[in-house]
């Protein structure tokens, strides 16, 4: 087994990382990190668990350490849920530390020698690994792509051989996305906010990274643009988003690569059954009633039309952040870099 | 005054109409018709009011009449809530009987000799009506598009005479739209619908005739193609889009046009003081906080961004329904058609 | 293996029966029934699913039957979660054909020889069985009550022995409740509706009888009485309700009979590890948190205040529907009277 | 004109002030105080202005003040929307300095000289503003109860006659009575929350000291008891409640007396036509519908059973919490107080 700890165990994507990891054939959590003023209590009793499955019992006791690289004793792996100001050092330390690092935070997504990866699309980015080794680091950082960025990018890998060069993207996003505490009720009950801080310019600076070709120094960015409009809607969990290609393949080939796809993975444990649920009922797919196929690992995909267009929804808080980050770490032991 | 009366008067549009005729400075309001089963009754008995408004005390005592073209007496204009498949009939039958329809219904709004008409975009189409009178008809039909796509053209009017081929619009509507009772509330709490059945084909069809050209014989689309991708989403009012236009000049120069546009109508009873109300803020539209603006008549475009997107938002029963037909009718009575 | 049915299977009771069937220790779920419409269509085809677990496979493959006895093979239990008008000829026909009938429907619960049986309150009530078959039938009937009142008398279970002649509850239940289609979302949003039609005497009359003593011949009503003000609240599951009980023992006392109840059942699968579970965080229990505790079977009991006033909880379509009816279903396999 | 002040006008109750003071015919609006970072700009940039309705232009020109009762000059009545720990300092101040505080904060409501008012219930209270200046305070401070107690004592006004001892309450409140930050959007979608801090002990508390008796020199609790259970609901605007009353004449009787009831008031220009509406239809009152009756001064009465059983909702800021604090400043001005 693997020791592993969570970087900022409290909050929503925290919670999510305990939730995955209480019971990981792969990984034995033990360590749990959360503000000072939580340091030396039990993780039951600083915690305000909001996840609708119970506290994990055996987690419920681990006594909280403060959130330092040094405090972080035997352990192999970190999941990172820190907010991206907090991320830039205690991250960076860690893998000076020797611990891998494997990332939900923004900060270190777009440095150049730090894979930013989505198994199924980038795999063989992780040896962007061997240039942090290469740099004298003795553990790592991966990081996984903000959450609409993964729907997306996920969505994309049936179809990334047809040739288009103008991606659009209009996203309906959940609360959860914003944190426990993120969103007053009363700005977004019976409305839209059709703006989400720095969420646009991540969609558009991430998916090509994660596109591109890593060619043994560096990332080539995919040859393609992005422009995304981002709004928050009234729903807890559950990204949905229009996308727009400019395939000129007809749509029924386009179908086809979605139907006929195969994941360039398997037996993970957190990798699900179907990585792209192509759907063809004519109303789907929904949030309320499609995010937790895959166990919230699925990204389902639907209503392909001419255009090209079609819509993808994932599960913003399990596929879009703490399932992704350890997702990448099943890839980063099965690879064999730890 | 204008002797008016409603057709479908006791659904969710009808009832809009009904608040907006009942105490309005041109048009008198005498007749409203409800299915035969209402007919008979006082409208306090025959409707179930919905509004958070109160019905007016004398619309209240009108005794509702059924719908037909022979149960309209001394009527000059009729503004009609009907569903689709009747109005096809009820309404041809109104026109031959000398009575102006203004509606709100789909069934003849692609028909050739019948103006689809925004004020503010394509008034000069009202000139159509003398088809209608050449080919024979006493009275006339004149239409309003689609409530999305009203928010749509008005939103493009200050910036019409930029060039651009090609239009992206994804739609996050309300759920009014769909009438009182079209939307279980099972079906779209904490959830999105990726589809309104029609809707894209009515933005796609409707968006270019009424940008189009009349040359007094026939209507030339407009030069552009529209791909719109439309969405349910749990908000009661207020639908929000966003919209992506190829338009090469600059965000700044695009920017001006909005704010420097003077709408070509003035002086009508609905028209709201400002047709466009271009918003700078971050965060805005909508459409809680805006959809009332200019009595439920404004649309709000805000979050102009390169390339170039924007999104536009507007209240869909008001300024995308009844008020767009009640507008059309007051103008027709200001440019002396009726 | 018993082998069981379910009749009307393709509402949102009827769903959730084959959920929890799907994979049942006790039961072989092997036919399903629904309108003359659907019979002949595998139930994949017939049904429109939307619980957020996937339909399960094999059940998927059988085909709908008719909703009539005589269509009915080689069947020991039916659940039936049909409408209370087609619920009173159909059950009683499966009963004479020698089927047991564990029903959720509301036509059968009042009468003199149908126990109304809540497990872990009055699970003696079961031997009313035998007054149907010294009555002649060959099968029974045996139905839980409301889903309201199924909250309510699990949580007086711990209490029950301390006197209270009063009981007032105010009720606040999700729309659920009223099937998918039940409520249209413009009625919902934004607001409560204080009127659930017969919800508010069902409470009070099946209260009674759940809570009352079967001397061998009849049941005796339990002697208190019982105002309910039922309120439909926009939540998708779980009903919540404000419970006064006029206890004069201290609020201490009673907080520890909550504590310390045993309950008298064990070993059945469904039977969630606590029937009530008692907290005591000041703001909880919430629907949202805590209607999946034990797996939907779980009635949690919180904001326990002197007056005696508390909170109780529980899934409204699994405790308070078809887990109720499979519940009982365990209990009659467990009891010796199939 | 009487010259008046909105102490903390830019949260969710000083918004609502500004909006009704903004065009009043008693009330010029002249200062606006916020905290001290705010002071020194103009209200429409202190602001971020969350109502439905535009921000008045003249008022958006005001200088914010600090909230200090020496930045205020020349006014005759501050109406506080002040959290309580600041209230308790800044209106004793206020009236010291010869200024009338009108203040919905609940820090004063309970002193034996403060008249807590209801116009419609307890007018004459007002006479304690004698007890006041008595002990020589040029100016007084008048509060309103909180917003649930408002709806509830509104609701007795009619019925305030018949003999009861025991009162209980169910409240089912908006998330607007928390501020617009209050609640997140992730503990109240989808969801009750069986807590409201504090508010319980109010209605409790406020409640028999707006119904007794002011004999001169003090106030005479009423004769009766208040049990509350209060919980927050995903409503926006409007609080509702389930009222019992152990009154024993028929329901008939008491249906008369809220039939019969004539409002002891009259011509206050914020006083509605209707203080308290009776409804007959069997699902009313609801928030959406019926909170914005009287211009949101309205109290709704429905539901009326045995029981004796209501259901009461009204607007929780506007009858709630503003609108309480201006109807009770316009009956100061009608007595002749200022």
């Known amino acids: 087994m693997v020791s592993v700890g969570v970087l900022g165990a409290t909050g929503a994507v925290g919670q999510r990382f305990v939730q995955l990891l209480a019971d990981h054939p792969y990984f034995d959590l033990t360590v749990l990190t959360a503000s000072e003023r939580s ?18 019992e055996t987690v419920g006791d681990i006594t909280v350490t403060d959130t330092r690289a040094d405090c972080l004793k035997n352990v192999d792996i970190v ?25 939900n935070a923004s900060s270190h997504r777009m440095m150049p020698d730090v894979p930013l ?17 290469d740099a004298g680091t003795d553990g790592f950082i991966v990081t996984n792509p903000n959450c609409s960025t993964i729907m997306l990018t996920v969505s994309l890998a049936p179809i990334r051989n047809f040739h288009f060069t103008d991606l659009r993207v209009a996203t309906m996003q959940a609360i959860s996305g914003a944190g426990f505490e993120g969103i007053p009720g009363m700005s977004i009950f019976d409305n839209v906010i059709p703006y989400i801080g720095g969420e646009e310019e991540k969609m558009e600076r991430e998916t090509l990274k994660i596109m591109g070709t890593f060619d043994g120094s560096e990332v080539v960015n995919a040859p393609f643009s992005v422009s995304a409009s981002c709004n928050r809607v009234p729903v807890i969990d ?15 080939t386009v179908a086809k690569a979605f139907q006929n796809w195969k994941c360039p993975l398997k037996d993970l444990p957190t990798l699900p059954e179907k990585s792209v649920d192509f759907m063809t009922q004519q109303d789907r797919p929904q949030p309320r009633l499609d995010r937790m196929k895959g166990r919230g690992m699925t990204v389902s995909v639907g209503r392909l039309r001419p255009g090209i267009r079609y819509i993808a929804m994932g599960h913003n808080t399990i596929r879009g952040a703490a399932g992704a980050s350890v997702l990448n770490a099943e890839l980063i032991c099965d690879r064999g870099y730890l």
Chains 1, 2, 3, 4 share one sequence.
Not at 39 to 54: E, H, I
Not at 79 to 103: Q, W, Y
Not at 117 to 133: F, G, K, S
Not at 239 to 249: C, F, G, P, R
């Open 79 to 103: 999941f990172s849920a820190l907010p991206a100001d907090l991320a830039t050092k205690v991250e960076a330390d860690c893998a000076k530390a020797g611990i891998g690092v494997c990332s």
């Open 39 to 56: 340091a030396g209590k039990k993780y039951r009793d600083a915690v305000n668990w909001r996840l609708d499955l119970p506290l994990p």
């Open 238 to 252: 559950g990204h949905s988003m229009a996308v727009w290609l400019d395939i000129k393949e007809p749509v029924e």
């Open 117 to 133: 990866v989505v198994p199924e699309v980038n795999a063989d980015h992780l040896r962007m690994i061997e240039l942090q080794r």
